[in-house]
């Protein structure tokens, strides 16, 4: 499997999208679009990514388009950066590939009334003692351990679970994505072996890409939407980048288990094995829709839980209470998920699965499920970029609800695979070339600094102009890094 | 012999052997030398039974894969030796290994999942082939 360039049909129908027509394949019941400049879809072209956007176009149910936004690159069965809504009406299926192994990953954007010459002394005392106190990296547990009945408990109740045990405030809850808890979630459910894994990884980093960042806003480009978040230039930020941890891995791996023989009992014909899916009103869909739901709640509690464990660092070193800091959470929103929610479609008003695979939701402004403090100017997207450059609060705009189910991007996109980036570190020290731009980092290897380097990433600031031009969300403010920890 | 291959943000394990169960094996070794930076370090104390059913090669290849996966996530058990018999109703496997203990034991890469992307094992002139793809 090596990354073979695509060959197939790319038709530019608007400045910053691009059709795959659904003559491209037989058996596509929709096109595919992407959305990307001349620049960006070079790129795209060379890979498989493409083709990936065709094949979710033969999922049953699909509606308006395969989509794809600018930060996409190739992934298994569904490309990372997609988009589709399946219609139940329509005999829609849900895909566990489309919302991908790590459920609800996502990021959290914390703000604070310091700025940089508050924190630049504290510097390295600070990122070190995040990274001590903040597990990251393999096989670390964390200092919360839940039994299985309180595992389930947090599941159904998502953070607000939380607060009697003082490690949420009902502010926290208002921020939050959907107030992080899915209805309907089915924790029973979850198989023992997801409860084992995530019995003491909440409030735990990660590997990967996942990370914790000290940020700076470098500079406001929307004024009065920066003022509705609280976001003011200069000022120091915290933004955190995890999901569901072993617990969402096994949920997910537990539905593309059981589901193996599911798309021949029903019929379905697919063009690549990890996009298994089910009808959503069979058992078997809403076997996977209870259990990914609640392993969702459980990654709410997870950002949660390592943004209370930041606050508490921050109080540490710079001796005064976290509400005294004003470490208010800005937003917290999901870029691995599938939610039911109700779109026009074709002119008519339709409830439709949306699965977001590397896609941040993005509603406008009013829209009823953003928080009143930001109805005017549309809900917070946040685009974590690089450890070396930068990431965007963008707000969603109108545009996302007619193009793209409400989406954007999720970050810059990978560029190199993990080997190349090894490779291309080689003979070069990554956390001495941060130092040297003001940017302190930890990491648990060495390899995770290299694999994760800026050049591995395309330039988020590219991506997120065309997800600005494309008016599916703007830009509110550019967050630059100056320290980071990762696994 | 097993080696690694590029997918952008993940990483594949190519193995090549003589016999079906000898292509686990090394598959087994692939698959924890992702997870620890030197398998040279884990001591064989302790062995552990599996028994995976099926007859599909490359279910077997997953199955097998995800079982070894779950004993690290679970057990925190480093495997280092893998013997592996086939009969007609699917695969035992026998593993040795120790736990992970941070003082010798450095732990690479954190295998989220096994997929099933790209997944293949195939019977080539007498030689078998497979080929997986974990999430990294």
Same mark, same amino acid.
């Given at each position: 499997m090596t990354a073979n360039r695509f060959n197939g049909p790319l038709e530019q129908v608007g400045e910053c999208s691009w059709r795959i027509p659904k003559s491209y394949k037989?058996?596509?019941?929709?096109?595919?679009?992407?959305?990307?400049?001349?620049?960006?879809?070079?790129?795209?072209?060379?890979? +498989?990514?493409?083709?990936?956007?065709?094949?979710?176009?033969?999922?049953?149910?699909? +509606? +308006?388009? &395969?989509?794809?936004?600018?930060?996409?690159? *190739?992934?298994?069965?569904?490309?990372?950066?997609?988009?589709c809504a399946t219609d139940p009406a329509d005999g829609g299926v849900i895909s566990p590939g489309g919302v991908g192994?790590?459920?609800?990953?996502?990021?959290?954007?914390?703000? &604070?009334?310091?700025f940089e010459s508050d924190v630049r002394p504290q510097l390295d005392r600070l990122i070190n003692q995040l990274f001590r106190d903040i597990p990251t990296g393999v096989g670390r547990g964390g200092k919360y351990t839940f039994d299985h009945k309180e595992l389930r408990a947090l599941m159904a109740s998502g953070p607000r679970g939380l607060i009697p045990?003082?490690?949420? /405030?009902?502010?926290?809850?208002?921020? /939050?994505?959907?107030h992080g808890r899915i209805e309907d979630a089915q924790p029973v459910f979850v198989s023992p072996r997801a409860l084992d894994r995530g019995r003491d990884q909440c409030g735990t980093l990660g590997s990967g890409n996942h990370f914790l960042e000290v940020q700076l806003v470098e500079r406001i480009a929307d004024e009065e939407a920066a003022k509705a978040m609280g976001l003011a230039e200069g000022m120091v930020c915290v933004m955190i980048h995890s999901g569901s941890r072993g617990l969402g891995y096994q949920v997910c791996d537990d539905a593309l288990h059981s589901l193996r023989g599911v798309p021949a009992k029903y019929g379905i014909e697919l063009p690549?094995? +990890?996009?298994?899916?089910?009808?959503?009103?069979s058992d078997e869909g809403q076997h996977y829709l209870g259990a990914m739901r609640a392993a969702a709640n459980y990654a709410w509690c997870n950002r949660q839980l390592l943004m209370w464990q930041t606050r508490e660092v921050f109080a540490r070193i710079f001796n005064r209470d976290w509400e005294d800091l004003d470490m208010q959470l800005v937003y917290d929103v999901a870029h691995n998920i599938a939610k039911f929610e109700e779109h026009q479609i074709d002119g008519q008003r339709k409830?439709? *699965?949306?699965?977001?695979?590397?896609? /941040?939701?993005?509603?406008?402004?009013?829209?009823?499920e953003t928080p009143q403090e930001y109805a005017h100017v549309g809900q917070p997207v946040l685009i974590p970029g690089d450890m070396g450059r930068a990431s965007w609060v963008l707000a969603g705009q109108p545009g996302s609800m007619e193009k793209t189910f409400g989406s954007a991007c999720h970050g810059a996109g990978r560029l190199m695979s993990r080997k190349a980036a090894s490779r291309h570190a080689q003979g070069r020290q990554i956390r001495d070339e941060l130092a040297k731009r003001g940017i302190v980092a930890r990491s648990q290897s060495r390899r995770g600094l290299d694999e994760e380097q800026s050049d591995a990433y395309k330039d988020v600031d590219v991506v997120v102009d065309v997800v600005h031009r494309a008016g599916l969300a703007k830009k509110v403010a550019r967050l630059r890094p100056i320290g980071v920890i990762k696994g | 012999m097993f080696e690694t291959f590029d997918h952008t943000a993940d990483i594949g394990i190519r193995i090549e052997a003589d016999s079906l169960a000898a292509?686990?094996?090394?598959? %087994?070794?692939?698959?924890?030398?992702?997870i620890i930076s030197d398998l040279g370090q884990v001591r064989d104390r302790e062995e552990i039974r599996l028994r995976i059913d099926g007859t599909e090669p490359d279910y077997l290849l997953f199955d097998w894969l995800n079982e070894l996966l779950y004993l690290f996530e679970s057990k925190r058990l480093l495997a280092s030796r893998f013997e592996v018999s086939?009969?007609? %109703? %699917?695969i035992s496997g026998l593993v040795g290994g120790e736990p992970w203990d941070r003082q010798r034991h450095e732990l690479?890469?954190?295998?989220?999942?096994?997929?099933?992307?790209?997944?293949t094992v195939e019977q080539v002139g007498g030689r078998w082939r497979g080929k997986v793809i974990v999430d990294i």
């Open positions: 037989d058996g596509m019941r929709v096109d595919g679009l992407i959305y990307a400049n001349e620049a960006l879809m070079e790129i795209i072209r060379n890979d +498989q990514a493409p083709e990936q956007v065709a094949n979710v176009a033969f999922l049953p149910g699909i +509606q +308006q388009a &395969s989509l794809a936004m600018p930060d996409i690159h *190739w992934g298994y069965g569904f490309c990372i950066g997609g988009v192994y790590d459920i609800n990953c996502g990021v959290r954007l914390v703000r &604070s009334n310091l045990r003082g490690l949420a /405030t009902e502010r926290d809850i208002k921020f /939050t994505e959907a690549d094995r +990890q996009l298994v899916c089910a009808p959503i009103d409830r439709v *699965w949306v699965h977001r695979k590397g896609a /941040t939701r993005a509603f406008p402004p009013e829209h009823p | 292509l686990l094996e090394e598959a %087994g070794q692939a698959l924890f030398s992702l086939i009969d007609e %109703g %699917g690479d890469y954190e295998v989220k999942a096994i997929t099933y992307h790209g997944l």
